[in-house]
Structures are given as C-alpha cells and as structure tokens.
C-alpha cells in the first residue's frame, strides 16, 4: 500500500474539510450577491440640476427650430405647386398622421416602465422586441396607406407620392422606439438634436426640390430624407450607449455559459444596423 505522508501532503480530518467546504461556500455566495447586486441594483441616470437645464433648454430650442423650418418647408411648397397639388399633398400627408394611431397603440409607455427597471439582458430583449414589433407596424401602416388610395382610385401621381411618402411611416416607427430608450435614460437631448438635424436636412431638401422640380412626386421626398436622417443619429448614439444597453438577439441569462453566467450580448439588432 501506497504511504499517503510520502507525497508530502498530510491527511485532513473531517472537521477541518467541513470547514473549508463551508468557507467555499460562503465565498460563493458572497461573490453571487455582489454580481447580482451589480446586475439588479437600480441604477438611476445621472441628471444634474445643471444637466437638467441644459437639456430643457435644448429640447425647447430644438422644438421651436423644427416648428419654424416645418413651417417654411410648407410655404415653400404651398407657393411652388397649385392649389389642387396642395390638396393632393396636405391629404397623404394627412392620411399618414392618421395611421400614427395604428402604427403606436401605446405600446411604448409600457416598454418605458420595463427598460426603466435597469436589467441589462432584459433590457436588451425588450428593446429588440419593441423595435421589431414597432418595424411590423410600420409595415403595416405603409400597406394600408397605400392600399387605400389605390382602392379608391386616386389619381395616379397620388399613388406614386403616397407610395414615396409611405416610407415616412417604415423608418419613423422604429425611430420611435429608440426615441423611447432615450427617455428612459433621460437622454432626449440627444433625440432632440437628431429631430433638429433630420428637420434641416427637410429644409435644405425642399428647397432644392422646389428650385429643381416642384412636383408632388418630388416634394414628398424632403419628409422622408428627415426621418432617415433622424433614425440614423439616434442609432448611432444607440451603438455608443448613449440610450442605456445595445438591442440584442440574444442574451447570455446567468448560469447558461456553464460559468458566472453574466456576460451580456451586445449585438446590435438588424434595424438598427439597417437604419
């Protein structure tokens, strides 16, 4: 038989084994509550009083400079096309703000009390599938408009435009979701610069589609140059992190690596790397 003292080791009683086992132990779970209390613990944004003046007064600013160029955008357009064509143009235009009721059902008011609860995996699983279900609905809303003047038979150059304009409706549903991740951050600063530079990029292009060619085709392409421009702002904030933890289509849940188990995808999801 083998001597156990030969390899250099001596024996361990079973009150000392007891105790290191126990001592294991409690330093596992010493280490599992500091990581959960890392993970769960709520985690207010930072929000100086100055910060908060700040971003009011961005916001305000910002509100008051996307009002004043809409309104020049739209006596551009209403001095560059007849009275008809401005009919033509108010009514899609019209029916698209009426579709914003399909296109919200109100579902980001309950989102924002879920991503307000700091969990980063669940916060990225709820953000990814608010913004599908958000890109769903401007789908959606896209089919009906245009279905609708074609059903009714418009004229054709309204079904072109409403088939242009429609896109308005695809890129500012799923903008909107991220608009709702700022907020629960309280980043809307960075919304408000990205509505202002989009309601620019509005301006500058209604002015030229005026200069080059003021028909209803053209024109309505101006709105939709200012929410592609918008939602690409915002999705780049959205991938530095300005908006709180990245959409992900999958999320590491702890235990499921075979380790700690709380490593966080941060993949972007596919509409916010599209947009």
């Known amino acids: 038989m083998t001597n156990r003292n030969s390899t250099g080791t001596e024996p361990v009683s079973p009150r000392e084994f007891a105790e290191l086992r126990q001592a294991a132990i409690d330093k596992f ?3 599992r509550r500091e990581r959960e209390t890392k993970i769960h613990g709520p985690a207010a944004p930072d929000l100086t009083a100055n ?3 700040r971003s009011t ?5 910002s509100r008051i400079a996307v009002a004043a160029m809409g309104w020049t955008g739209s006596v551009l357009i209403a001095r560059s096309i007849s009275p008809d064509e401005f009919g033509q143009f108010s009514l899609i235009f019209g029916l698209l ?6 296109t919200d059902l109100g579902v980001g008011r309950v989102v924002l009390a879920k991503l307000v609860e700091c969990n980063p995996w669940e ?31 418009y004229p054709a150059e309204v079904v072109e435009a409403t088939a242009v304009a429609g896109l308005v409706v695809v890129v500012a549903t799923p903008s909107h979701a991220l608009s709702v991740m700022y ?42 140059i ?49 947009a």
Do not use: H
């Open 29 to 31: 779970e010493k280490e």
């Open 57 to 61: 007064a961005i916001m305000l600013g």
């Open 183 to 224: 907020q629960s951050r309280l980043r809307m600063t960075y919304v408000a610069i990205a509505e202002g530079v989009g309601q620019l990029a509005q301006l500058v292009a209604t002015i030229v589609a005026v200069l080059w060619q003021p028909i209803l085709l053209v024109l309505v392409i101006p709105a939709v």
């Open 97 to 102: 703000g009426l579709l914003s009721v399909v």
């Open 123 to 153: 916060v990225s699983l709820v953000t990814t599938a608010f913004i599908s279900l958000r890109v769903a609905l401007g789908l959606f809303g896209y089919i009906v408009a245009v279905g609708y003047v074609w059903i009714l038979r």
């Open 51 to 53: 910060d908060a003046r």
């Open 226 to 274: 200012n929410e592609v421009v918008a939602a690409v702002v915002k999705v780049r904030g959205v991938r530095k992190g300005v908006a709180g933890p990245r959409p992900s289509s999958r999320v590491n849940r702890p235990g499921s690596d075979g380790g700690s188990g709380y490593l966080i995808s941060t993949k972007a999801c596919s509409p916010c790397s599209v």
